[in-house]
């Protein structure tokens, strides 16, 4: 269905409380412009692109931050192409320490006349530049050094220990105030804001479902341990299907990052596994299912042809090419272009 958008899924007949013959009704799946569908599974690979996170350092907006928004874009615009206009030769705050803030400020510094200031709330920056040529992924590698070349000579201007409080406007300016633990301030006025920090995922489709969220990541609970950012990288998160990305709603799973709850360690090679690992239990192979299989090295991994790889054993798996399956009521899968919505930030 192309154009659609999911705004509620629940059970035929049941709401969340219902529960006598509750796995024995089809998922009801309600789209924006009045239709409904039916379906045995759900898939939910919405992503978290829509709801990205605030600007604000400590979990809530920043004062002034909605009524700046006009002046403040979330993580990657497209700087050399459409957004171009907006920001070349304006003075750019991004804020954000991770890759999606790297790749923006790499963007900007090929802008002339563009001035450019980096704020992150780490002390510094180790983090984002990685490992340099030691870092297992040359390209994740390469993009740190070049960051750092570019802080090093003065194109970029970095601010550490900055914890955005407000937000004020002049005309076609805004000034970031940050405000550190201890109370120190800091100011930035620029032209253009990016507010590289992150993501969170929306649940709100899914209200009348039976959900085991994790209360700190919004993740499933049996995957919150094994992808908490304070005890992994994104390279030492294990493999995992199936089993861990299950609800007491049986039949619905949460998929790609979305998965991960506000976890930002996710990568895509994850997310192979992941569907993979689902779709063989929905088409009821469930050795396959939990045969689960994921080697990266601790600074992560992408490659091109893991996708290739993925897809064989989902058609290992289910017996069709390409882990089609075909059912009296058909598989829901929720895209990114579909509800609340990618690789990390």
């Not at 042809?305 to 897809?311: F, G, H, M, S």
């Not at 290992?316 to 899968?333: D, E, F, I, R």
Request: charged share 20%; aromatic share 4%.
């Amino acid at each position: 269905r192309l154009g659609a958008r999911v705004s509620a899924i629940s059970r035929l007949g049941y709401d969340r409380v219902r529960t006598t013959g509750r796995q024995d009704v089809p998922f009801l799946i309600r789209l924006a412009g009045g239709e409904e569908l039916q379906a045995r599974a759900i898939i939910d690979a919405s992503g978290t692109y829509a709801t990205p996170n605030v600007l604000g350092a400590s979990g809530l907006p920043a004062y002034g931050e909605a009524e700046a928004g006009e002046l403040i874009d979330h993580a990657l615009p497209d700087a050399l192409g459409a957004d171009r206009e907006a920001y070349e030769g304006k003075h750019t705050l991004v804020v954000g320490a991770g890759h999606s803030a790297a790749t923006t400020l790499l963007a900007l510094a090929e802008l002339a006349d563009t001035p450019i200031t980096w704020a992150i709330r780490a002390g510094n920056a180790t983090r984002t530049y990685g490992g340099g040529a030691a870092d297992a992924l040359p390209a994740r590698g390469a993009l740190g050094t070049r960051l750092r070349a570019h802080v090093d000579s003065g194109r970029i201007r970095l601010l550490t220990g900055f914890f955005a409080h407000s937000v004020t406007t002049a005309g076609d300016q805004a000034t970031v105030i940050s405000r550190d633990p201890s109370g120190v301030e800091q100011a930035v006025t620029a032209d253009r804001i990016v507010a590289a920090t992150g993501y969170r995922p929306d649940h709100s489709i899914a209200a009348e479902l039976r959900l085991d969220l994790d209360a700190i990541l919004g993740s499933t609970r049996a995957l919150a341990p094994l992808i908490d950012p304070n005890q992994h990288s994104c390279g030492t998160v294990p493999a995992h299907g199936v089993d861990e990305l299950s609800h007491p709603e049986s039949g619905y799973y949460a998929v790609g990052v979305k998965s991960y709850g506000r976890a930002p360690t996710f990568l895509m090679a994850t997310g192979y596994e992941q569907v993979r690992s689902v779709a063989a239990a929905i088409a009821g192979d469930w050795e396959a299912a939990r045969d689960v299989q994921l080697d990266l090295p601790e600074t992560g991994v992408c490659s091109s042809n893991l996708a290739e790889a993925q897809e064989l054993r989902v058609g290992l798996a289910t017996g069709v090419s390409g882990g089609l399956l075909a059912t009296l009521l058909p598989l829901a899968t929720v895209g990114a272009s579909e509800a609340g919505g990618s690789c990390c930030g």
